[in-house]
């Protein structure tokens, strides 16, 4: 267990240093949302 918990921290501090990869964990998923309200909108401009 200490070595999966020693792990994770490692990994952790090398995604928060990579600049790209913070943007891909919380970017992507706003873009997401956004991509999904658009096509609720323009669905139902269509009905």
């Known amino acids: ?3 999966f918990v020693s792990f ?4 952790t501090k090398h995604i928060s240093r990579d ?3 913070m943007l891909i964990l919380f970017g ?3 873009v997401m949302m956004l991509l ?3 096509l ?3 669905s139902k401009r269509l009905e």
């Open 28 to 30: 992507m998923p706003v």
């Open 36 to 38: 999904s309200l658009a």
């Open 8 to 11: 994770v921290i490692k990994e």
């Open 40 to 42: 609720m909108r323009f």
């Open 19 to 21: 600049k790209r990869t």
């Open 1 to 3: 267990m200490k070595q």
